[in-house]
């Protein structure tokens, strides 16, 4: 069958089988960046947002959400023009190995936009399904922090 | 050291940018035409003769390409730790074989044009299997009235595999019986480890294709790069020159990609079929067929004299090395060769240690690598024999720790599966980390007043650990450094960062022998054609070996660069010149030339060369880092829930060269130590099958499990590292078993010989204390 998405801005139409999972079909397609094979949305390497909402694509069905916005990594910040919130987890030291990274932020990036000021309980209960094995969580959620600084500031200019 | 102008400096991770942006830097974030994609069958049991197998159905299910099993696959014996050549580890296992030894031993692959093709290929293989009696506990395993799991003639290096022994280690400094005999307070106690994993987020992944001109090209997710050149020539007996093995960025490792597991199968499908291949472990194979930690069983016993002083420690570690013997040998000699030295007041020392096989799942190299089973029993010992001597256990430990100009026999007696080298101690901060650890807790304030709120309990606990940095003597990294027109240079060496920050490391270091921005060193690692070798990411060599190496080659290229200045100077010679904001300078004459421009002048000009050269590293020292722990838990003493408040680790690893990084290496490791020690376990049925094998039941920590953590670090200058430093990666694992357990004994004045300290050991000793 067919499906449509607005991938980070951009209309794509992919063919998939029906029982596929949207890791799955995103990987197929070229979104490498979205990352994850744990298939149980245990570790949230797969996170990316559905209309704004942190999803583990993992486990959701790729038909399920056709038609759907679906926001990888890639529609919050580029290489060369990074994200205030990726901007704060290279400069805290949140990014080790990097392969939980961009769900991680992902999920930082929702929170964000939901409540530009969070508490350090919100913050933790928001990255709560993004494991990380490298860093210990510590300086992600210090990056969160500071990106909210970061976010402020850049509205002051 | 405070003159440094890039080391110990805030220098982000230079390839944080990149993977913050989702870049495709991973083994599997490249797609090849005409992949062929490999799925493993493995053993329902966990001990079992194959009597046959009939693929014939599988090899005609649409798309698949190739099955392979011991019928038609090389029968060379070799061992999967990817270690120094020649291996401690014992020649014990096949690519594929007709014994099974473990429920995970791998049967068969499949390879198809599709993932879901091989595994609905697999399901048509039949097997039949005869089961032999397996063997599960490790005690019972080496009695010598066990059934013997590995028979077969060609095992080498194996201690006494017909007692299922894989290795033996004695050794004996001075007269433990005497000193025991001699001291005034003995306490003898027996601790208990168990199976954990590393679970690495991204898994073992490997891909292979034959490049052009038909060389084997080996992209795998490895801490040991050119480890798995040399073993899977072996394997599959073909050529090292034959092969390529590019390692590109790692979802982390913590040991368990120290191994080779998947390129000998995948190398092989692609070269039967000259077409690329891949393999990708789910979460569930990563669980029961790729490596572990090694369970101990460790006795201790120690003697001390009236003032404290410790007189005799005998540690015996039984370690349960699982089906086969990767790392057995060498990360049971860590639990005496690591932890014994720490206390070198005591003259009477007698390590054994028995590394036994059992038909469980294969352990392997785990951060830490056997010190922190060491240290789980040793660290608890001291509090109780200090508590024997009502002394105060930090007390007992200041006098007893190793201090800076000091030695311990150990040293030279216990290496990693051989005799070791002698080491004095050249920087020691232990002191200083216990009285800021102290003081950040509140120790003198809470140690043996237990708080009480209702059924909650808080107590504090403590313990200290020092680690090595690179094996001494066998450790080689190497390193080159080239220099180009606009006064860039290109690092390739071969140092393995697995997601730890080495390149970041390494560009700090040539940035600072050269003068130039840490930006300006472009760096490429870890790829056997291109890149010198280096023994890979274990043994927290890192900084100190690979970046010693990369050291050692910047001091020749400043060294050429500062003769090409001279020559344009006109000076005699070079004492005065400094290199600073990518100029050399001269102090005696006012004279300056950029880089850029010596480059231009020795590329295109005038006597031309390439500047540029190789260094190599490897060392007689391996000096420890200190540490000390210490953590304020509340114990519910209705659920037995353990809740750490508060974990303050104080560390001395030299001078950090790059302190973000550094932080994150202490909290990453202490953090994994923390789950290691309440939560994390192995569940195994009856017949041997891991029960658990997902991330809802087998449970690593989240944000929300956090204590609060504070890291306090005491700067010493290691004369024998780069710079200072001295490594970083795996003391911090250490600590959370022993401070937790002395915690609790603290609080509530229960001591768990078992963990993890979930919370139905805690209410059982609960139970038992009343009684």
Same mark, same amino acid.
């Given at each position: 069958?067919?499906?449509?998405?607005?991938?980070?801005?951009?209309?794509?139409?992919?063919?998939?089988?029906?029982?596929?999972?949207?890791?799955?079909?995103?990987?197929?397609?070229?979104? =490498?960046?979205? @990352?994850?094979?744990?298939?149980? &949305?245990?570790?949230?390497?797969?996170?990316?947002?559905?209309?704004?909402?942190?999803? $583990?694509?993992?486990?959701?069905?790729?038909?399920?959400? +056709?038609?759907?916005?679906?926001?990888?990594?890639?529609?919050?910040?580029? %290489?060369?023009?990074?994200?205030?919130?990726?901007?704060?987890?290279?400069?805290?030291?949140?990014?080790?190995?990097?392969?939980?990274?961009?769900?991680?932020?992902?999920?930082?990036?929702? %929170?964000?936009?939901?409540?530009?000021?969070?508490?350090?309980?919100?913050?933790?209960?928001?990255?709560?399904?993004?494991?990380?094995?490298?860093?210990?969580?510590?300086?992600?959620?210090?990056?969160?922090?500071?990106?909210?600084?970061?976010? @402020?500031?850049?509205?002051?200019? | 050291?405070?003159?440094?102008?890039?080391?110990?400096?805030?220098?982000?991770?230079?390839?944080?940018?990149? %993977?913050?942006?989702?870049?495709?830097?991973?083994?599997?974030?490249?797609?090849?035409?005409?992949?062929?994609?490999?799925?493993?069958?493995?053993?329902?049991?966990?001990?079992?003769?194959?009597?046959?197998?009939? #693929?014939?159905?599988?090899?005609?299910?649409?798309?698949?390409?190739?099955?392979?099993?011991?019928?038609?696959?090389?029968?060379?014996?070799?061992?999967?730790?990817?270690?120094?050549?020649?291996?401690?580890?014992?020649?014990?296992?096949?690519?594929?074989?007709?014994?099974?030894?473990?429920?995970?031993?791998?049967?068969?692959?499949?390879?198809?044009?599709?993932?879901?093709?091989?595994?609905?290929?697999?399901?048509?293989?039949?097997?039949?299997?005869?089961?032999?009696?397996?063997?599960?506990?490790?005690?019972?395993?080496?009695?010598?009235?066990?059934?013997?799991?590995?028979?077969?003639?060609?095992?080498?290096?194996?201690?006494?595999?017909?007692? +299922?022994?894989?290795?033996?280690?004695?050794?004996? /400094?001075?007269?433990?019986?005497?000193?025991?005999?001699?001291?005034?307070?003995?306490?003898?106690?027996?601790?208990? #480890?168990?199976?954990?994993?590393?679970?690495?987020?991204?898994?073992?992944?490997?891909?292979?294709?034959?490049?052009?001109?038909?060389?084997?090209?080996?992209? $795998?997710?490895?801490?040991?790069?050119?480890? !798995?050149?040399?073993?899977?020539?072996?394997?599959?007996?073909?050529?090292?020159?034959?092969?390529?093995?590019?390692?590109?960025?790692?979802? &982390?490792?913590?040991?368990?990609?120290?191994?080779?597991?998947?390129?000998?199968?995948?190398?092989?499908?692609?070269?039967?079929?000259?077409?690329?291949?891949?393999?990708?472990?789910?979460?569930?194979?990563?669980?029961?067929?790729?490596?572990?930690?090694?369970?101990?069983?460790?006795?201790?016993?120690?003697?001390?004299?009236?003032?404290?002083? %410790? +007189?005799?420690?005998?540690?015996?570690?039984?370690?349960?090395?699982?089906?086969?013997?990767?790392?057995?040998?060498? !990360?049971?000699?860590?639990?005496?060769?690591?932890?014994?030295?720490?206390?070198?007041?005591?003259?009477?020392?007698?390590?054994?240690?028995?590394?036994?096989?059992?038909?469980?799942?294969?352990?392997?190299?785990?951060?830490?690598? &056997?010190?922190?089973?060491?240290?789980?029993?040793?660290?608890?010992?001291?509090?109780?024999?200090?508590?024997?001597?009502?002394?105060?256990?930090?007390?007992?430990?200041?006098?007893?720790?190793?201090?800076?100009?000091?030695?311990?026999?150990?040293?030279?007696?216990?290496?990693?599966?051989?005799?070791? /080298?002698?080491?004095?101690?050249?920087?020691?901060?232990?002191?200083?980390?216990?009285?800021?650890?102290?003081?950040?807790?509140?120790?003198?304030?809470?140690?043996?007043?237990?708080?009480?709120?209702?059924?909650?309990?808080?107590?504090?606990?403590? =313990?200290?650990?020092?680690?090595?940095?690179?094996?001494?003597?066998?450790?080689?990294?190497?390193?080159?450094?080239?220099?180009?027109?606009?006064?860039?240079?290109?690092?390739?060496?071969?140092?393995?960062?697995?997601?730890?920050?080495?390149?970041?490391?390494?560009?700090?270091?040539?940035?600072?022998?050269?003068?130039?921005?840490?930006?300006?060193?472009?760096?490429?690692?870890?790829?056997?054609?291109?890149?010198?070798?280096?023994?890979?990411?274990?043994?927290?060599?890192?900084?100190?070996? =690979?970046?010693?190496?990369?050291?050692?080659?910047?001091?020749?290229?400043?060294?050429?660069?500062?003769?090409?200045?001279?020559?344009?100077?006109?000076?005699?010679? #070079?004492?005065?010149?400094?290199?600073?904001?990518?100029?050399?300078? =001269?102090?005696?004459?006012?004279?300056?030339?950029?880089?850029?421009?010596?480059?231009?002048? $020795?590329?295109? /000009?005038?006597?031309?060369?390439?500047?540029?050269?190789?260094?190599?590293?490897?060392?007689?020292?391996?000096?420890?880092?200190?540490?000390?722990?210490?953590?304020?838990?509340?114990?519910?003493?209705?659920?037995?829930?353990?809740?750490?408040?508060?974990?303050?680790?104080?560390?001395?690893?030299?001078?950090?060269?790059?302190?973000?990084?550094?932080?994150?290496?202490?909290?990453?490791?202490?953090?994994?130590?923390?789950?290691?020690?309440?939560?994390?376990?192995?569940?195994?049925?009856?017949?041997?099958?891991?029960?658990?094998?997902?991330?809802?039941?087998?449970?690593?920590?989240?944000?929300?499990?956090?204590?609060?953590?504070?890291?306090?670090?005491?700067?010493?200058?290691?004369?024998?590292?780069?710079?200072?430093? @001295?490594?970083?990666?795996?003391?911090?694992?250490?600590?959370?078993?022993?401070?937790? &357990?002395?915690?609790?004994?603290?609080?509530?004045?229960?001591?768990?010989?078992?963990?993890?300290?979930?919370?139905?050991?805690?209410?059982?000793?609960?139970?038992?204390?009343?009684?």
């Amino acid at each position: 069958m067919k499906v449509k998405y607005i991938i980070n801005g951009k209309e794509e139409t992919y063919e998939i089988h029906p029982g596929e999972v949207l890791l799955d079909v995103l990987r197929r397609n070229g979104h =490498s960046e979205v @990352k994850g094979n744990c298939y149980l &949305g245990t570790c949230g390497a797969c996170t990316v947002l559905i209309d704004g909402v942190p999803h $583990t694509s993992c486990t959701i069905l790729a038909a399920k959400v +056709n038609g759907s916005e679906i926001t990888t990594i890639k529609g919050v910040g580029s %290489l060369n023009n990074s994200h205030p919130i990726q901007k704060a987890f290279v400069e805290k030291g949140a990014v080790q190995c990097g392969f939980c990274t961009p769900g991680t932020i992902l999920s930082a990036y929702a %929170l964000l936009k939901k409540n530009p000021d969070p508490t350090d309980e919100d913050i933790r209960k928001s990255l709560d399904g993004n494991l990380c094995r490298c860093t210990g969580y510590v300086q992600q959620i210090e990056s969160v922090k500071l990106a909210v600084k970061l976010l @402020k500031e850049g509205k002051n200019e | 050291m405070s003159d440094f102008k890039v080391i110990g400096k805030k220098v982000d991770k230079n390839d944080g940018f990149a %993977l913050a942006a989702g870049q495709p830097l991973f083994v599997d974030d490249i797609r090849l035409p005409d992949t062929l994609y490999i799925k493993s069958l493995y053993s329902p049991h966990a001990h079992a003769i194959i009597e046959d197998i009939d #693929t014939s159905e599988t090899e005609k299910y649409p798309g698949v390409r190739m099955v392979l099993t011991y019928k038609n696959t090389p029968r060379i014996i070799h061992t999967t730790a990817g270690q120094g050549w020649p291996e401690p580890s014992p020649y014990d296992t096949y690519m594929f074989n007709k014994k099974m030894r473990f429920v995970g031993d791998r049967v068969a692959v499949v390879a198809a044009e599709t993932e879901e093709q091989a595994a609905e290929a697999l399901k048509l293989i039949k097997v039949k299997y005869t089961t032999l009696p397996p063997v599960f506990d490790p005690e019972e395993a080496i009695k010598g009235r066990a059934p013997i799991i590995h028979d077969e003639p060609e095992i080498t290096g194996a201690y006494d595999p017909k007692r +299922n022994l894989a290795a033996h280690i004695e050794i004996k /400094v001075g007269d433990v019986e005497k000193g025991f005999a001699e001291s005034d307070a003995v306490v003898e106690e027996t601790f208990e #480890t168990q199976y954990a994993q590393h679970t690495p987020i991204e898994p073992h992944v490997t891909i292979t294709y034959l490049d052009e001109y038909g060389r084997l090209v080996i992209r $795998t997710s490895t801490q040991v790069p050119f480890h !798995v050149r040399r073993i899977v020539a072996q394997s599959l007996g073909i050529p090292v020159q034959k092969i390529r093995v590019i390692k590109p960025r790692i979802g &982390g490792g913590f040991g368990t990609k120290q191994e080779i597991i998947l390129e000998e199968i995948c190398s092989y499908v692609t070269l039967k079929t000259n077409r690329p291949a891949r393999i990708l472990y789910t979460r569930e194979e990563e669980f029961i067929s790729a490596r572990t930690r090694h369970p101990f069983k460790v006795k201790v016993k120690i003697g001390a004299k009236k003032d404290g002083m %410790l +007189n005799a420690i005998r540690l015996y570690a039984l370690s349960n090395t699982g089906a086969y013997g990767t790392h057995g040998l060498t !990360v049971a000699s860590n639990a005496g060769s690591k932890t014994l030295p720490l206390y070198n007041k005591a003259e009477n020392v007698e390590f054994i240690a028995d590394i036994a096989y059992t038909n469980m799942p294969i352990a392997g190299a785990y951060r830490g690598y &056997g010190a922190s089973q060491g240290y789980a029993a040793l660290e608890q010992a001291i509090d109780m024999i200090a508590e024997k001597l009502g002394m105060n256990p930090l007390e007992l430990r200041k006098k007893n720790h190793i201090q800076k100009g000091e030695t311990s026999p150990i040293f030279r007696a216990l290496g990693e599966g051989r005799e070791g /080298v002698t080491q004095y101690i050249q920087s020691c901060a232990l002191d200083e980390l216990i009285d800021k650890g102290a003081k950040e807790i509140g120790w003198f304030e809470k140690y043996g007043k237990p708080k009480r709120n209702g059924h909650k309990v808080r107590g504090v606990g403590m =313990s200290i650990h020092m680690q090595g940095s690179s094996i001494p003597l066998v450790d080689m990294g190497s390193a080159s450094l080239k220099m180009n027109e606009d006064g860039s240079f290109n690092l390739l060496y071969g140092g393995t960062d697995i997601g730890t920050g080495l390149d970041t490391v390494a560009a700090q270091i040539v940035a600072e022998t050269l003068g130039i921005k840490p930006e300006q060193v472009i760096v490429y690692a870890s790829d056997t054609d291109l890149t010198p070798f280096d023994v890979g990411a274990y043994a927290s060599s890192g900084t100190f070996v =690979s970046g010693g190496a990369v050291l050692k080659a910047a001091l020749k290229v400043r060294d050429q660069i500062l003769d090409v200045a001279k020559e344009a100077f006109g000076e005699p010679d #070079t004492k005065d010149f400094i290199l600073e904001d990518g100029k050399v300078k =001269s102090l005696r004459s006012g004279k300056s030339m950029s880089l850029s421009e010596i480059a231009y002048q $020795t590329l295109y /000009v005038k006597n031309q060369h390439q500047i540029g050269a190789i260094g190599s590293f490897v060392s007689p020292y391996s000096p420890p880092p200190f540490a000390a722990h210490f953590v304020e838990i509340e114990v519910d003493e209705e659920t037995g829930i353990i809740k750490p408040i508060k974990y303050v680790a104080a560390v001395d690893c030299g001078i950090p060269i790059n302190p973000e990084l550094v932080k994150g290496q202490i909290i990453g490791a202490l953090v994994n130590g923390l789950s290691y020690t309440l939560t994390e376990e192995y569940i195994f049925s009856k017949s041997g099958k891991m029960l658990n094998p997902n991330f809802m039941d087998y449970k690593i920590p989240s944000t929300r499990d956090l204590p609060e953590i504070v890291t306090i670090l005491a700067e010493t200058y290691e004369p024998t590292g780069p710079y200072g430093a @001295k490594s970083v990666a795996e003391i911090n694992i250490n600590g959370p078993i022993p401070a937790i &357990g002395n915690a609790l004994h603290d609080a509530i004045g229960i001591r768990l010989h078992k963990t993890p300290y979930t919370p139905e050991r805690v209410l059982e000793a609960i139970q038992l204390k009343k009684k």
